[in-house]
């Protein structure tokens, strides 16, 4: 069941951040209804039905939402709901007659969640934008890449997930708990500058303290220290290195073979670069499999660089299940894990309009109701 059975969320269809939120929530046992478009493409990057991860755990409806009939639905629905979750630029849900303030009347505890790339408000709010974007304008993608380099974009990994979905998901949760309390709904403004921002706190903390230099591969996280980095192997192959702490860096100097005398001095910075050439070679003398035998059950802080294929099968993530396999497609397991009451991918990701008149009968439309929005082309099921 998950320990979020029993909290009812709408997802109005889109891409990328809202949906990965719909989709951690529906992992821990959200009841999370998808509402497709009922016209034209539905949401997503068009990948086959059953690729389509962030899709996972949840049914599906169709509805019109340029319809009076499928804005009613939608409004019938809300009744029922904790939550509405949307990613649409701002100004978008109030022109389709579904702002927060018409949901609100309709359930005054209702939890609106909106996911935006620059926040409702501000000068560039409603101009476009990806990831790279949003991460760039926090500061955030500023400081990923190596010396000399330009800014690497990490995927769309800080941007879209991190500082987007998963922080839409706290939000939501955190406003369903507060609504369950007063009695009172609200909006949530979740903006991907934002959690980019956010993710970074701590940097910003050592920045301010002179602790951190502006720039890339300057710094202990950035590949400017040579005891935090990755480094190839005789067979093309990478490691990652991460003995920040002196005990840590001690066991990389006895079990990586290094001469003391030329790894001594950890934290002086203006020998990081002569000492990162230095541990360059020494790493070019073994394969990473090697390493990885020397290396793997120390406290060096030691990691072999894997390929998402061979992430499923290493031993570790194996005795994990931190992937599952779902209908023949590997990927990730939810997450966390919960001693009780049980994560779990619900079901396989829906075909659009998969559910809608088990949905819409469920949540307490009559049977003429439903086809009666069938015949008015407010809704559609699968197919049609």
Request: glycine share 14%; with cysteine; hydrophobic share 40%.
């Amino acid at each position: 069941m998950g320990p979020l059975a029993g909290v009812k969320v709408i997802e109005l269809a889109g891409i990328g951040p809202a949906p990965f939120c719909a989709m951690m929530l529906a992992d821990m046992g959200a009841e999370v209804i998808r509402v497709d478009r009922a016209q034209g493409r539905p949401g997503g990057i068009g990948l086959e039905t059953k690729y389509g991860v962030l899709q996972r755990s949840r049914k599906s409806i169709r509805v019109d939402l340029k319809s009076e009939g499928g804005i009613e639905t939608i409004k019938r629905l809300v009744e029922g709901a904790d939550a509405l979750i949307e990613g649409f630029r701002p100004g978008v849900m109030e022109r389709l007659g579904l702002g927060p303030d018409e949901l609100l009347k309709r359930n005054p505890a209702l939890i609106f969640g909106r996911m935006t790339g620059w926040g409702q408000e501000g000068p560039i709010a409603h101009t476009a934008g990806h990831d790279i974007n949003y991460i760039a304008l926090a500061g955030t993608l500023s400081a990923i890449g190596i010396k000399d380099g330009p800014p690497v974009p990490p995927l769309n990994l800080v941007g879209d997930f991190g500082g987007g979905g998963m922080l839409l998901a706290f939000g939501v949760l955190a406003g369903i708990i507060e609504a369950r309390n007063s009695g009172k709904g609200q909006v949530i403004d979740a903006a991907m500058v934002d959690g980019s921002a956010i993710l970074a706190a701590s940097i910003h903390g050592m920045l301010a303290q002179g602790l951190w230099k502006e720039g890339r591969g300057g710094n202990i996280l950035d590949t400017g220290a040579h005891f935090y980095d990755t480094y190839e192997c005789a067979d093309g192959e990478y490691v990652s290195i991460g003995s920040i702490e002196p005990q840590f860096y001690a066991e990389l100097i006895e079990l990586g073979g290094l001469d003391p005398d030329d790894f001594g001095s950890q934290m002086k910075r203006d020998q990081w670069p002569e000492k990162k050439e230095k541990l360059a070679k020494v790493m070019k003398t073994k394969t990473r499999d090697e390493w990885d035998a020397i290396m793997q059950q120390s406290d060096i802080c030691f990691a072999p660089v894997l390929g998402f294929a061979e992430a499923h099968k290493h031993p570790h993530n194996v005795a994990r299940d931190t992937f599952v396999e779902v209908e023949g497609v590997m990927q990730p397991a939810p997450a966390p894990r919960f001693s009780r009451t049980k994560e779990g991918v619900q079901m396989p990701p829906p075909k659009p309009g998969q559910h809608t008149d088990e949905v819409l009968g469920d949540w307490g439309f009559s049977e003429s109701d439903i086809k009666s929005l069938h015949e008015q082309g407010a809704i559609k099921s699968q197919g049609e």
